[in-house]
């Protein structure tokens, strides 16, 4: 079955700073590929995604990015802010099927 | 609008008892997901739903878990007998429909702790 890894499990940058995590997955018939940010305590919020006919997509400071052929996705935070601070969980849904396969999260503190 | 409600949002349970663990869909979305996080984990995917019918329950764990939704809205997981290693909090997540990766909003959780 699809396998999600997730890089790296901590983040710490300087506020105003980027941020950048890597996610590979192992299922090629993978298509749909969302990424999530959580606070303590909280549900998942969906921030971003990516389907598979395209290689990057972004919205303001997140953007996301798709390499198919190495079966990597990227997310990339710019000009970081102490409220970025959060775990961020990428996740792929496989050929077939709608379920969420999740990597094991980055935990990412911004620093005033 | 109203988003995915899920109820209670703790439970605390001695093992061995039987639990059932609720959740609201987001209106007019036909597809609900249940999924599992333990500490420090990733959303582990549990089972889900397209209108009434359990399109994949491949990653419900045994037999003791099992997940009903009647009416195509209201979703019910229940678990019997229930174990220490049950303890996780239960999300729920819904979406307009399935086929071509709708994006999945996310209930607030069932924490539920098994003693």
């Known amino acids: 079955g699809e396998n999600v890894e997730q890089h790296p499990s901590t983040l710490s940058v300087q506020e105003g700073d980027s941020a950048v995590i890597k996610c590979t997955y192992s299922d090629s018939a993978s298509n749909y590929f969302p990424w999530y940010k959580q606070e303590l305590g909280k549900r998942p919020q969906l921030i971003i995604d990516?389907?598979?006919?395209?290689g990057e997509k972004k919205d303001q400071r997140i953007a996301v990015t798709l390499n198919k052929t190495a079966k990597h996705f990227s997310l990339h935070i710019t000009e970081t802010q102490p409220e970025d601070s959060a775990v961020y969980f990428c996740?792929?849904?496989?050929?077939?099927?709608?379920?969420?396969?999740f990597g094991t999260g980055t935990r990412l503190q911004v620093f005033p | 609008g109203a988003g995915v409600s899920q109820t209670p949002s703790n439970k605390v349970t001695e093992k061995g008892k039987y639990v059932e663990l609720r959740c609201d869909p987001i209106s007019g979305h036909t597809a609900l997901y249940w999924y599992r996080q333990s500490l420090g984990q990733g959303p582990e995917f549990l089972i889900y739903f397209q209108g009434t019918g359990a399109a994949d329950d491949s990653g419900l764990p045994n037999d003791r878990f099992f997940a009903v939704r009647p009416e195509g809205s209201v979703s019910t997981l229940k678990i019997q007998r229930t174990e220490r290693g049950d303890s996780a909090v239960y999300l729920c997540?819904?979406?307009?429909?399935?086929?071509?990766?709708?994006?999945?909003?996310f209930g607030p959780g069932t924490r539920l702790t098994v003693t």
């Open positions: 997540a819904s979406s307009l429909s399935t086929g071509i990766s709708y994006e999945q909003y």
């Open positions: 990516i389907r598979s006919n395209v």
């Open positions: 996740a792929a849904v496989g050929w077939n099927t709608d379920k969420l396969i």
